[in-house]
Each structure stands twice: as structure tokens, then as C-alpha cells.
């Protein structure tokens, strides 16, 4: 069965360095997010990409994060300089179309720990 | 924007016992539910989901109700077994839109 993988599982940073998470969705899927979810919070939506650019983001993703598709099949978050309240697991999807209905497949996740 | 609440936070049923988790949503324009399922180590799975143009939805030990009026929407799996022992969480998105606003997730344990 196709899936989402995302690497590293886990990922540990300084303040302020750069992190750049991986994740190759699934083949023939066209539309792809990144979704975050701090310890004991909510699974939180931060962005979705279609057609080589950002479709839709939420106000969390501000101007520290970035995503690119630099591949047929890598589908990237960089977060510039990170802050401690940065760390969160970091979950990629995909989906094959947009919409209602439209199932979107997630990877296992990063787990992103800032110290 | 949307708000999803979702309770209980944990449950413990025995095997063989159903298990209902509800959940509530804030923006009427909402219009489809999914719900996941997260074991340990993996990310969330779709397992059902119900659009809400339906009332119900069943498929075979999982069933979703939606009540649009009211603005929530449960989850029911009956003759629960060990395998379901989980993190579910429910979710909501409007049209044409995959932004899906997640619930806090609830932890099912169902004891053999």
C-alpha cells in the first residue's frame, strides 16, 4: 500500500539553527500539507501546496517557515532559525485531489525537539 | 475560523463493549468530517469520514453520525476489540479546502 514517509523521525536542534524536514508523499498525489501538533495540543494546520506553490497557510506559518518541492518527489519544510516552542511533531500529507472527501494520507511524523 | 471540540479526552471500554467519542464544530460552512485513527509510532489513518449532505454512516463495526443542526458529530465502534486501542481524533473542513482543524484527539483503551 503507497504511503507518506517523512525523515528524520527524530530531530533535535539548537535555537536558532535551520531544520529542514523531508517528506516524499505519495506518487501520484498532487496536493500536499504539513500539519504540526505540539505535546498534549491539537494536530494544527500550517500549510498546503499545489502546483509548485502555496495554495493555502495558517497564521502560525509565518515568515520563518518555507516549503518546497525541489524533486518530483521530496516535498520540504525549512524553519529558519528555531525557537523552543518550535518543537512539535511535524506531520506531512497528501492527497490526491482537494475537497470534500478527498482522503489525505499522513506519514508517521518528525519529531521536532528545540533546545 | 473553526473551532473542533472532541470528548472524552480518554476512554477505557471493555473488549466487546462499544465506545462513542463526540465531537463539535463552530463554523456552519463546514461540511465534511473525517475521522483518524493514530496508533503508536504511526501517523494518523482515515477511517471514516461523512459529508454533510448524510446524516449517518456505517462501515462495519464504525459508524459516524452528523447532526448539522447542532453542530456535532460522534464516532461509534461497537464490539471494540484490543487492535482499537488508539488515538482518534475527528476533523473538520469546509469546500474546496483540505485545511482540516483537528480535535484534541481522544485515547481509547479497550481491555481485554
Known amino acids: 500500500e503507497p504511503e507518506v514517509t517523512q525523515t528524520p523521525s527524530h530531530q533535535v536542534t539548537q535555537m536558532g539553527q535551520e531544520v529542514i524536514l523531508r517528506c516524499v508523499p505519495i506518487s501520484n498525489h498532487l496536493y500536499f500539507y504539513w500539519y504540526r501538533q505540539i505535546l498534549g495540543q491539537k494536530v494544527e494546520f500550517l500549510v498546503s501546496f499545489y502546483n509548485n506553490e502555496i495554495s493555502e497557510k495558517s497564521e502560525i506559518f509565518d515568515d520563518q517557515f518555507s516549503v518546497e518541492r525541489p524533486d518530483g518527489s521530496n516535498f520540504t519544510l525549512k524553519i529558519r532559525s528555531t525557537k523552543l516552542e518550535d518543537s512539535a511533531m511535524y506531520f506531512c500529507?497528501?492527497?490526491?485531489?482537494?475537497?470534500?472527501?478527498?482522503?489525505?494520507?499522513f506519514g508517521q511524523g518528525t519529531r521536532l525537539t528545540v533546545v | 475560523g473553526e473551532n473542533v471540540e472532541q470528548h472524552p479526552s480518554t476512554l477505557s471500554v471493555q473488549e466487546g463493549d462499544s465506545a462513542v467519542i463526540k465531537c463539535t464544530y463552530s463554523?456552519?460552512?463546514?461540511?465534511?468530517f473525517p475521522w483518524y485513527k493514530q496508533e503508536l509510532g504511526k501517523g494518523p489513518q482515515l477511517i471514516i469520514d461523512?459529508?454533510?449532505?448524510?446524516g449517518e454512516k456505517k462501515d462495519q463495526r464504525i459508524a459516524v453520525t452528523l447532526n448539522k443542526t447542532a453542530k456535532h458529530f460522534s464516532l461509534h465502534i461497537t464490539e471494540t476489540q484490543p487492535e482499537d486501542s488508539a488515538v482518534y481524533f475527528c476533523a473538520a473542513s469546509r469546500v474546496l479546502s483540505n485545511q482540516f482543524y483537528f480535535g484534541t484527539g481522544t485515547s481509547l483503551t479497550v481491555i481485554p
Open positions: 463554523d456552519s460552512a463546514s461540511n465534511y
Open positions: 500529507a497528501s492527497s490526491a485531489d482537494r475537497g470534500p472527501g478527498t482522503e489525505a494520507f
Open positions: 461523512i459529508r454533510s449532505n448524510v
